[in-house]
Every structure is written in structure tokens, then in C-alpha cells.
């Protein structure tokens, strides 16, 4: 088992494209060793530890190789190419410049932009506020004014010409102004509140007189009816005379006195609640007070009204009663003097009777003694109606004392009634005398307090007005000014509007030239690409170089998920020739050829190397091989899915296609091999048996062959798949596992195009080789053993010798190590210095490849700055065919000495690659 070699210190390989100038490239520091680096970037282990310096090794190159004509082309080229990349970097500094400048211009533009709304809007707000403020001050101004000119009305139209005593001097200032104005408004508010409140009370004082009044009313309609009945029962105790009655009628008025007490109280009660009512003139506005006045007059009235009435009706009743007295004594009188007349009569008769009725008998004696005893009759008659009379007058008599007692007793009793209500009356006239001077004090207060505030606000007034009239015109300055800012308010957006839009104008304009001079300047800048890529490309054909494409595949399955499946690969927008590698959070810029992003199509990578592939038909050997970590697409870019071909099929495709349309003079003929070289052997995957191992021997004049391989020719595409489908089967036979098998061999198919000119039997010989290398990882980094080991060991070896071949090469080393591998022996006329050679480096683009990704990055970047030297083409006059074939006929006459066993299908090359008789230079490659 090989020992493992101890970890070497790993350094970030940078590498300096000397040919090319990149601004992404510049600042990278140069490598002290390059072949130390190179080993350390491929894992090559086995490399030789020479040391070598580019920049004497290609002044070297340039002395040695080519004539005159070259060089001093190469120097004028070089110069030339210099001055470009001097003036693309000038160029590429002012459109960065400019870039930067636009950029500035912009955020500039922006923050001006931004601040000018900000402007506008504290602007405007502030505006708004100012507007705000006066508009309430004005608004505020006019209120107090309103106000106070409705004060100063009413107050005027109450007071009805008092004078105003003007007390306050006239603060100035519009300060003080405002602070008069708020200390009057939280007065008017307090006066607002006190009014309020006064108002209420009104309200309240209002129905509780209106109820007092409804009482009234009804008390006065009670005694009204009262007095009626008391009337009514009078003149019944007139006419029934009854002493009870008279006591009846005496209690009733007693009762009616004692409600009439009551109600008097109560009204004095009323009376009394609202003198304390009107005590509290503070509360009590003059116009309540007024209408308080005007209702206590009214009850007033009405109270002198009852006590008139009452007095009315008492004098009524006291000449009522005389009346009814004098009656009674003039009846007391005619029944004295009936009496009195009746006595006499009654006197006159005792004294006349006896002499009239002896006269009587003496002359009538019957008839006289009837008429006698009649008038004895009529006489005892009238002395019973005398008797009954006398008795009824008696008993009229006691009546009459009785009643005069009584009479005497209600006269009595009348009469202290009578001197109760005066002095019920009295006491009421003077309580109501009282509550009138109490009301009329309370008036009288209520009065001077309104007078003292009608005077302090008319002097409130005064001093407002005075105030007012210094105010308006501060106020009517204030208005102007604010008319003007309105204006001004108005104006502004207009202007702003103006102003914004010759800001806008101005800058499309620099915008425009701006982007008018970027458009120039990224249309010299293009122009100088692709001139430079022109320059460079005539530069990398003069010296030979090894051009070198790079694809990314797309993220795919395998690829998993999560941090590891991160894309770490970006590319250039501008330059497709450059790409970007994330590495532990720092970017890493290669500069190739060509890189062909995830969406590049096999067309467009097939179109990159088509004139490489044509031109093998002008007899050039060309080399295409794809280098890459397994599973990066190497198989897909060379062979490519049924579905979308690779390199390999649309090379002989084309090759067919020009074949088919080209100079008619020409007859040529197209003969493929295919060849595996696993575990350092080499097989003929056409031959009949795969597994047999072929050797590479050189050739008697110098060239290399193959003893024993197949050499199909091919006419078409179909002859093409078969021999593909031939391959593919020979491949699967001789493996186990075809996947990890095609993943650890390289995979050669060599197309050999043999041109030969009808006319003059001119020969041109041409060899495209396309290599599909195994998988690149580094050997020491995967844990293998066994078969995997020896496999890792020989893709190792055959890469590292690849690795030595192109280090010896770009260090222009006098001996080149082909032989160190069977791939790089097989390959040496494609590696070599008459060759064009291409390499598509193939990567993966996720973080867990990373380091495969650099490590192939690396390699490509410095295996484009190989040089192998012009191409030539390899032709051959008809003479030199004919002594070719003699030659041919030699080698298969076994009695020749320089015959050559045939190959195992007995078949003949048709050419032999290495029978190159002639180099003739080329004025120009087409790559
Ligand atoms: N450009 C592409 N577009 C689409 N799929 C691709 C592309 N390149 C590679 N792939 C896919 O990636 C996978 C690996 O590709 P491929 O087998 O060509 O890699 P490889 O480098 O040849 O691997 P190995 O070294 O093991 O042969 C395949 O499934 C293939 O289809």
C-alpha cells in the first residue's frame, strides 16, 4: 500500500494570466513556485519539483521560435495589444468613473429629492399649523368680539342709557391682548356656567310660581266659592234666623279664617323662599331678577287683590248683617206696635160690652140674646186669639231675647273675628310690606351687584374694545399676512412644481447624456472586447495556446438539498469569460477562454469549438478533451444524452455536412477510433476483444501507432451511432459497473480525416482527438483501497503526467514527459507543438464540490496559459503519397524488412497520423 504523503500546508492558489489584463485579476500577488502550486492544486503527488520561471522561458520562446516576420508581428501585436488594454482600462476607469459619478448623481438626486418632500412637507405643515393658528386666533378674536358686542347690547339695552364707568386702562400688545381674550373667555365660560345655572333656577323659580300661582288661583277659587257658600248660608240664616245656624255659619268662618291662615302662611313661606331666592344676586342675572320682580309684583297684586276683596267681602258681610239687624228691628217693631194696637183694642172692648146687650134684650129678646152670646163668642175667641197672642208674643219676646242674645254673642264673636283678621291682616300687610322691602332690598342689591359687573364689564368691554381697536390692525397685518402666505401657500406648489420640473428636466438631461456617454463608452467598450478578444485570440494562435472552455452544469439531484447544495458559482454579466467561485466567504475570479453558464445549450458549446473541429479537415491534429471531477458533466459535454448530442457526435456530423458540400476536388475519407485507457491499459473498444491490453509503439520514421487497432471508417451518422453503439457494448462487456467504470477511464475517439486532391493526388491528413478524461478528484482526499486504490492510483498517475506534460510545455522544458502515462504517450502528437488543442474544464456548481471546483478552476487557469507553439498542417504532395504507399506495401510484405503485422480485422489504415512528411506553416489558425 503507498504511504501516504503527510498533509501539506494548502495555499490559495493565484495565478496571473500574463497575456491577458482582467481588473478583477489585478492586485493578485505572483507564487514564489508555480510547480509547488500545481501540485498542491491537482493533488499530484508524483511531480517532479522542477522549477521554472514563465516570464525568461517565453522572452526564450520568442527568440527561438519563429522568424523575424513572427516576432516583430508578435511585438507590434503585443504592443498593439498593450495600447488596447491600456486604452480599455482608461476606458474601462471612465465608464466605472462615470458609473460611479451616475450612481452618486442618483443617490444624490434622491436624497435631494427625498429632502425637498421632507421640505415641502414640514414646509406645508408648518404652513398648515401657522394657517391653523391664526384662523383660530381670528375665529377666537371674533367670538370675544361677538360676544362682548352682544354683551355690551344687552347689557346697553338692560341698563337703557346707564353710564359705563371705564376702569381698566387698555392693556397693548397683542400678549396681552391674547391673554385679556383667554382670561375673558374663562370668565365667559364661568359667566356661561353661572348663566346656566341662573337659567335653571329661572326655570325652577318659573314653574314653582307658576305652581304658586296655580295655587293661588285654586285657593282663591276655594274661597271665592267659600265666600259664596258663606254668603249663601248667611242669607239662609237671614231667612231661617236660627241661632244655630248662626253658629254654624260663625264655625264655617272660623274654618274658612284658619285655611285663609294657612294659605297666608304658605304664601308667606313662598314669599320667604323667594326673598332667599333673590338674596343670592350673585347667581341671579338682572333679567331674572326683572322677571323674579315682575312675578313677585304680580303676587303682590294678587294679594292686594284678595285682601281687597277680602275687605269687600267683609264689609259686605258687616252690611249684610246691619241690614238684616235694622230688618229684624223693624219687624221687632211692626209686631211691638201690632201688639201695642191689638192691647188697645182688646182695651177699648172690655171697656164698651154690658150696656149694649141690656139694650138688647130689652128690645130683640131672642134674636139680641143669639147675637149676644155670637159676640160672647167672638169675644172669648178674640180673648183666646188674645191670650195665644200674648203667649206668642211672649214667647216672641223671649225669642226676641234669645236672639238678641245670640245675636249679641255671634255680633261678638263676628267682631273678634272681625279683630283676629284685621290683625291677621295687619300682621300679613306688614309681612308683605316687610317681604316687599326685603324683595325690594334684595332688588335693590341684586341692582348695585349688576351695576358693579355691568360696570366691571363695561370696563371689560372698554378695555376690549380698546384693546380691539389696537388689535385690528395687527389683526388686519396679521390677515394680510396671511393672505400673502396664502398666496404664497398657493404659489408654492406651483413654483415647487416649476422648479421640480426644471430639477427633472435637468437631470434627464445629465441622465440622458449620462447614459448616452455610458451607451458610447459601452459600445467602445464592446467594440475594444471584442477587438481585444480578436487580438487575443490571433495572440493565443501565434503562440500556440491552449484554449481552454469551462462549463457549469445545472444544480441537479444528486446534488441533494440543504447548505451543501448552495450554488458557490456566479458568473459576469459583461465578460462571458469570467467566473466566480465562493469559497469560505470570500470570491475567487477565473479568466478563461469561454465559460458557459448553466444554461448554455450543447449547441452553443459545439458552436465555440466548431472551427476548431473543421480544421482538421486542413490537416491539423486537434485535441478536445474534457477535464472535471466525476459527475460534473464530462460524459454529458462530450457525448451529450440521445436526446442532445455532444461534441463527439456533432463534430462528425459537421465533419460529414463540409465532407458532403465541399470542393468537389477533394475526395476525402473519415476513419474513427475508439479507445479506453483504464488502469493505465490501453483497449480497442472496436476490436473484438476489448479486454486486451494494446501497447504504443513508435513508429520507424518517428511517429506513434497503435499495433493492433481497429480503424472504422465512417460515412454517415448512422455508420457513426453504430460504431458509438459497437463502443458502448465492447465497454459494458469489460466492466461490471458501467457508471463507476466510465467514471475511472479516460474514453479516446480519434477521428482521422484523409483528404486527397482528385487532380494533383495531394494528400492532407487531420486528427481530432476527443478525450473524455476520468473523474479528477484527488487521489489522497478519498479513502480508496484495493481495486479502488489502484484505479484512484492510475487516474492519478495518467493525470499527473497530463499535469507534468502541460507544466514541461508552459516552461517551455527541452523534454516533455509523454511518456509517463499511457494517455498523455497516446496524445503526444495532439499535446505537442503542432497541434490545436482545446480543454473544457467542467464544473459542479455546489458548495460541497467547492474545493474540486477551485482545484479545476486552477488547472484550467494555468493550463491556458500553455503554449504549444504554431499548428501545422500535415499534407503531403502526390510524390510523398506514393512513396507512402509503397511504404504501406512494404510493411505488409512479410518478406519487406519493414513489414508490420496487420491489424487483428486484417484492415489497413488508411493513413497513418505520424507519417507526416512536411510542416507547412499557416498564415492564420481559424480558433
Ligand atoms: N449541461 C448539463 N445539462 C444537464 N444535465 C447535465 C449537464 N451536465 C451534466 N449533467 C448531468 O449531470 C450528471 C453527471 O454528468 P456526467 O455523467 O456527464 O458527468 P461526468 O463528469 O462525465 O461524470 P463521470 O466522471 O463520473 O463520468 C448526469 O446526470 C448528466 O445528465
Known amino acids: 500500500m503507498a504511504k501516504k504523503p503527510p498533509p501539506k500546508q494548502r495555499q490559495e492558489p493565484v495565478f496571473k494570466t500574463p497575456m491577458t489584463f482582467s481588473p478583477r485579476n489585478t492586485g493578485q500577488r505572483a507564487t514564489p513556485s508555480r510547480q509547488e502550486l500545481w501540485k498542491q492544486e491537482l493533488g499530484l503527488d508524483a511531480l517532479s519539483d522542477e522549477d521554472g520561471h514563465l516570464s525568461s522561458d517565453e522572452e526564450g520562446m520568442l527568440a527561438g521560435e519563429g522568424g523575424s516576420c513572427t516576432l516583430v508581428e508578435y511585438q507590434a501585436l503585443q504592443k498593439e495589444l498593450t495600447e488596447r488594454n491600456q486604452q480599455r482600462d482608461d476606458l474601462l476607469f471612465k465608464v466605472k468613473s462615470l458609473q460611479d459619478k451616475n450612481k452618486q448623481y442618483k443617490s444624490r438626486l434622491g436624497k435631494e429629492e427625498e429632502n425637498k418632500k421632507q421640505q415641502i412637507k414640514i414646509m406645508r405643515k408648518t404652513h398648515d399649523h401657522n394657517l391653523q393658528e391664526k384662523q383660530n386666533l381670528i375665529n377666537n378674536l371674533q367670538d370675544v368680539i361677538d360676544e362682548q358686542e352682544t354683551r355690551i347690547f344687552e347689557m346697553e339695552a338692560e341698563k337703557r342709557g346707564q353710564t359705563v364707568t371705564r376702569t381698566k386702562k387698555p392693556s397693548s400688545g397683542i400678549q396681552k391682548l391674547v391673554e385679556q381674550i383667554n382670561r375673558l373667555q374663562v370668565e365667559r365660560g364661568s359667566l356661561q356656567e353661572q348663566l346656566l345655572t341662573t337659567q335653571l333656577n329661572l326655570e325652577q323659580a318659573k314653574l314653582d310660581a307658576a305652581e304658586g300661582q296655580k295655587f293661588l288661583q285654586e285657593k282663591l277659587q276655594d274661597q271665592e266659592k267659600k265666600r259664596h257658600q258663606a254668603e249663601n248660608d248667611l242669607i239662609r240664616m237671614r231667612s231661617e234666623q236660627g241661632a244655630t245656624d248662626h253658629e254654624k255659619q260663625v264655625q264655617k268662618l272660623e274654618i274658612a279664617n284658619e285655611r285663609l291662615q294657612r294659605e297666608v302662611n304658605d304664601l308667606r313661606s313662598r314669599v320667604h323662599n ?231 428636466r435637468e437631470i434627464c438631461k445629465s441622465i440622458s447624456d449620462i447614459s448616452q456617454t455610458n451607451q458610447d463608452l459601452v459600445r467602445k467598450y464592446r467594440h475594444e472586447m471584442k477587438l481585444r478578444k480578436k487580438y487575443h485570440n490571433e495572440l493565443v494562435e501565434l503562440k500556440g495556446n491552449i484554449r481552454v472552455l469551462c462549463r457549469v452544469r445545472p444544480v441537479i439531484r444528486e446534488d441533494g438539498e440543504g447548505p451543501s447544495a448552495r450554488q458557490v458559482v456566479t458568473f459576469d454579466q459583461e465578460d462571458d469569460g469570467i467566473v466566480n467561485c465562493l469559497h469560505k466567504g470570500r470570491w475567487q475570479t477565473f479568466e478563461l477562454d469561454r465559460v458557459f453558464t448553466q444554461q448554455s445549450t450543447q449547441e452553443e458549446v459545439f458552436e465555440e469549438v466548431r472551427s476548431l473541429v473543421v480544421s482538421c479537415l486542413d490537416g491539423y491534429n486537434i485535441c478536445i478533451f474534457a477535464y472535471g471531477q466525476t459527475g460534473s458533466g464530462k460524459t454529458y459535454t462530450m457525448e451529450g444524452p440521445p436526446s442532445s448530442r455532444g461534441i463527439n457526435q456533432r463534430a462528425l456530423g459537421e465533419l460529414f455536412q463540409i465532407v458532403e458540400e465541399g470542393n468537389k476536388d477533394w475526395s476525402y475519407s473519415i476513419t474513427v477510433n475508439v479507445i479506453e485507457i483504464y488502469n493505465e491499459m490501453v483497449r480497442d473498444l472496436l476490436g473484438s476483444d476489448p479486454t486486451e491490453k494494446l501497447d504504443i509503439k513508435l513508429h520507424n520514421e518517428g511517429g506513434l501507432h497503435v499495433p493492433g487497432l481497429t480503424y472504422t471508417q465512417v460515412d454517415c451518422l448512422d455508420d457513426v451511432n453504430d460504431v458509438f453503439q459497437v463502443a458502448i457494448n465492447n465497454r459494458a462487456t469489460a466492466c461490471t459497473n458501467m457508471n463507476e467504470h ?186
Open 274 to 504: 323667594l326673598s332667599l331666592e333673590e338674596k343670592s344676586p350673585s347667581k341671579v342675572d338682572r333679567s331674572e331678577l326683572t322677571k323674579l320682580e315682575t312675578a313677585n309684583d304680580k303676587l303682590q297684586n294678587k294679594i292686594l287683590r284678595l285682601e281687597t276683596e277680602l275687605a269687600i267681602q267683609a264689609k259686605k258681610m258687616a252690611e249684610t248683617r246691619d241690614h238684616q239687624q235694622s230688618g229684624k228691628d223693624r219687624e221687632i217693631q211692626t209686631l211691638e206696635r201690632q201688639i201695642r194696637e191689638k192691647t188697645l183694642e182688646i182695651n177699648k172692648l172690655k171697656a164698651q160690652p154690658p150696656q149694649i146687650v141690656k139694650q138688647t134684650v130689652e128690645v130683640e129678646s131672642q134674636h139680641s140674646k143669639q147675637h149676644l152670646e155670637q159676640l160672647n163668642r167672638q169675644l172669648r175667641q178674640l180673648q183666646a186669639q188674645l191670650d195665644t197672642q200674648k203667649s206668642e208674643n211672649s214667647n216672641l219676646q223671649v225669642q226676641l231675647g234669645s236672639c238678641r242674645e245670640a245675636e249679641k254673642a255671634a255680633m261678638e264673636k263676628l267682631n273678634s273675628y272681625e279683630d283676629e283678621m284685621e290683625v291677621v291682616r295687619s300682621e300679613l300687610t306688614a309681612e308683605v310690606s316687610q317681604l316687599r322691602r326685603a324683595n325690594q332690598n334684595a332688588v335693590q342689591q341684586a341692582k348695585k351687584e349688576v351695576e358693579v359687573k355691568t360696570k366691571t364689564l363695561t370696563g371689560k368691554v372698554t378695555s376690549m374694545q380698546q384693546s380691539l381697536c389696537q388689535v385690528r390692525p395687527l389683526v388686519s397685518e396679521l390677515l394680510k399676512d396671511y393672505s400673502a402666505l396664502k398666496k404664497e401657500a398657493h404659489m408654492f406648489p406651483m413654483k415647487l412644481q416649476a422648479s421640480v420640473r426644471q430639477v427633472q
Open 742 to 927: 466510465s467514471s475511472r477511464s479516460h474514453a479516446l475517439l480519434i477521428v482521422t480525416v484523409e483528404g486527397t486532391n482528385i487532380t494533383t493526388g495531394a494528400k492532407i491528413i487531420g486528427k481530432l482527438n476527443l478525450v473524455d478524461l476520468a473523474g479528477s478528484e484527488r487521489v489522497h482526499k478519498s479513502q480508496a483501497a484495493g481495486d479502488r486504490l489502484k484505479e484512484a492510483q492510475n487516474i492519478n498517475k495518467s493525470l499527473s503526467a497530463l499535469g507534468d506534460v502541460i507544466h514541461s510545455l508552459r516552461s517551455k522544458q527541452p523534454h516533455v514527459p509523454y511518456r509517463n502515462s499511457k494517455l498523455t504517450y497516446l496524445l503526444q502528437e495532439s499535446l505537442g507543438g503542432d497541434s490545436k488543442t482545446l480543454m473544457v474544464v467542467q464544473v459542479a456548481p455546489v458548495e460541497k464540490n467547492v474545493a474540486e471546483t477551485l482545484a479545476s478552476l486552477n488547472f484550467a487557469q494555468r493550463v491556458r496559459t500553455v503554449e504549444l507553439g504554431q499548428a501545422t498542417q500535415k499534407t503531403e504532395t502526390a510524390e510523398m503519397a506514393q512513396l507512402k504507399e509503397r511504404l504501406g506495401q512494404l510493411e505488409q510484405d512479410p518478406t519487406s524488412p519493414y513489414f508490420q503485422s496487420p491489424g487483428r480485422n486484417g484492415r489497413t489504415p488508411r493513413g497513418t497520423p505520424t507519417g507526416t512528411t512536411s510542416r507547412l506553416p499557416t498564415s492564420k489558425r481559424r480558433l
